[in-house]
Structures are given as structure tokens and as C-alpha cells.
């Protein structure tokens, strides 16, 4: 885990937040190790494995943004590079790639070392996720500032094409899973294209007459391996959210399954089909920080403690 203390009165002496690492023993939550990290809180952040014991992170440092790996049995420095300052990275065995508003780049996890850059001047950048070769990109049109997403070649970054039009006006969220990209979005008919829109109007017109909310927030469900402009694998609607919440709604995939946190509630999906698996009530949930899903076990950080629970899903 990644965390900070705070020190007596809560005053740094620059922006950045000194940040320290830890490992927990997964079953009995006891500290195995904790240790100084070179990357504190500030703008960007992210964090993963990278090959054989060693643990990434990215984020700002007391200098500029840095990319350091650990030992993941003793908290061991093993290599701190400078890199450029990003909102979001994802961290791989082979690749971290960093996603900035103008452009994206991926640095060898092993050694830190830019291996490829995509930038554009007429798109902006807003998040990333890897399937396999394939990296999903959402991005928004400068001149219309309505979203969509496109695919990267994650080996290369070599553009493959726009998957989904920007034509939506916000995505809130994108998680893969085995064979699908789903997406927590806005106004859903948008992201249809016109053969999507033509196999899902039964649908949507049965729950309109039905009286369910067919506006607001949506999930859509995307084959990783499909063609731009796809029917979708299964859409379905979050129900009544108020704009204040919208950003309290996340989601995460896991071994095939799809997790929608909403307040204290995790809700499970099959991620291929949508099909509802069950829910679960998670204490602390609507005060994460932040929170993942691993094995079958949801990880959740609050401010003052972190906790593991096993979803019986």
C-alpha cells in the first residue's frame, strides 16, 4: 500500500506530500514492512507490479514527478528515474504508460526508459486501460468537448482507430475485463452507433414504457475485440443518480466479473453479459479513497485504514 502520515499541525513545506510504502501480510493484516517513498501526493498518481518482487509507483516527488521500484519483500530502493508529470498511469509488467491531456506515453517498467509516445493536438486526453496489445483511450474533441474512445497499439502506440465516436458527453469510467470494455457514461443513445442503436431500440423502448429511468448514468458493454461502431454485448441503466453523486459511482473488473460500487453498496455483474450476480454491503465504502478488486476480494482504503473483504459473489 501507498500512504502518508501527517505530520503535527498538517503544514508541508511544499505542495507535495511526502509519501510511504508498506506491505501488508494479506490474511492477518498485519505490517510486514513500511518504508520512505520517493513518490508523494500531488498531482497523478499510480502504482502496480512490476516482474519478479518488484513493486511500481509513479507520482509526484519533491522535485518533479518520479518512477520508483521497490522490493516487494523488504521495501528495498532498487531504481528512482525522473519522468514528465501525468494525471494517470497505469502500471504493467512490460509497460507503465502515463496519460497527460495532449498526449500518452509508455516508459519500460524495468528500467523507466520511454519506449513510445501519441500525442495530438486537436484531442484531449482523459484515461487509459489495457486489454492484451490493445490499449482503450478515452479522449474528447477539443472543438466539441463531447467524448468518445479510441485504440492505441500498446506495444507501439501506433493509432488503430477511434472505437467509439465522440459523440457522449462524459465518461466517468471504463474498466476491462477478459472480452469486454465497459463503460459508466452519460446519455447512453449517444454512444450507440446506428447499428447498436437499431438492436438495442426494443430494449430501450420496452423500459420506457416500463417507467425505468432511460437517462443518466449507463453502463455499455463493448466486445475488446469488436470493430468500431459494434452493437453492444449488454447495456443497462445505474438508476436515479443525483449530479452531486455522480462521481461517488465507480467501477472496477475482475476475474470476469464486474464491480459497480454506488455508496456503501458493491453491486456484481457478469462482465460478458450483465447479468446480475448480487450485492453486497461494504462498511466504509461510501468514504473510500480509493478501492480495488483482486481475487475475490475488494481492498478499501479510507483515510485513517484500510480493510480487505472477502465478496461471497
Not at 468514504?287 to 485504514?305: F, P, S
Request: hydrophobic share 40%.
Amino acid at each position: 500500500m501507498h500512504g502518508y502520515e501527517e505530520p503535527v499541525g498538517g503544514k508541508w513545506a511544499d505542495e507535495v506530500i511526502p509519501g510511504k510504502m508498506g506491505a501488508i501480510e494479506r490474511n492477518s493484516g498485519e505490517t510486514i514492512w513500511s518504508s520512505p517513498c520517493e513518490v508523494g501526493y500531488g498531482r497523478g498518481f499510480g502504482a502496480g507490479f512490476g516482474r519478479v518482487h518488484n513493486a511500481v509507483v509513479l507520482g509526484p516527488g519533491t522535485h518533479g514527478h518520479r518512477a520508483v521500484r521497490m522490493d516487494i519483500n523488504s521495501g528495498e530502493l532498487l531504481m528512482v528515474e525522473d519522468i514528465a508529470a501525468f494525471d494517470q498511469a497505469l502500471v504493467f509488467e512490460d509497460l507503465c504508460v502515463c496519460v497527460m491531456p495532449t498526449r500518452i506515453a509508455a516508459y519500460g517498467t524495468d528500467n523507466f526508459q520511454e519506449r513510445w509516445m501519441h500525442a495530438s493536438k486537436n484531442e484531449r486526453f482523459h484515461m487509459a486501460a489495457r486489454h492484451g496489445d490493445k490499449l482503450f483511450v478515452v479522449f474528447s474533441d477539443k472543438e466539441t468537448r463531447k467524448q468518445g474512445v479510441m485504440v492505441l497499439d500498446a506495444e507501439c502506440g501506433e493509432h488503430l482507430g477511434v472505437w467509439v465516436e465522440p459523440n457522449v458527453p462524459v465518461i466517468h469510467g471504463m474498466a476491462v475485463g477478459d472480452h469486454a470494455v465497459v463503460l459508466l457514461l452519460e446519455e447512453l443513445i449517444t454512444a450507440l452507433s446506428h447499428e447498436g442503436l437499431v438492436k438495442s431500440a426494443t430494449t430501450l423502448g420496452d423500459l420506457e414504457e416500463a417507467g425505468h429511468e432511460t437517462g443518466g448514468l449507463a453502463l455499455l458493454a463493448l466486445r475488446t475485440d469488436g470493430e468500431a461502431g459494434q452493437p453492444p454485448l449488454w447495456f443497462d441503466f445505474v438508476g436515479n443518480t443525483p449530479e452531486d453523486e455522480i462521481s461517488d459511482v465507480t467501477i472496477r473488473s475482475d476475474s470476469g466479473k464486474l464491480y459497480v460500487a454506488r455508496g456503501a453498496h458493491c453491486f456484481v455483474r457478469d462482465t460478458l453479459t450483465g447479468r446480475a450476480l448480487g450485492a453486497v454491503t461494504i462498511p466504509g465504502l461510501d468514504e473510500h479513497v480509493t478501492w480495488d478488486v483482486a481475487q475475490g476480494a475488494l481492498l478499501l482504503g479510507e483515510e485513517t485504514r484500510i480493510s480487505m473483504y472477502e465478496i461471497p459473489i
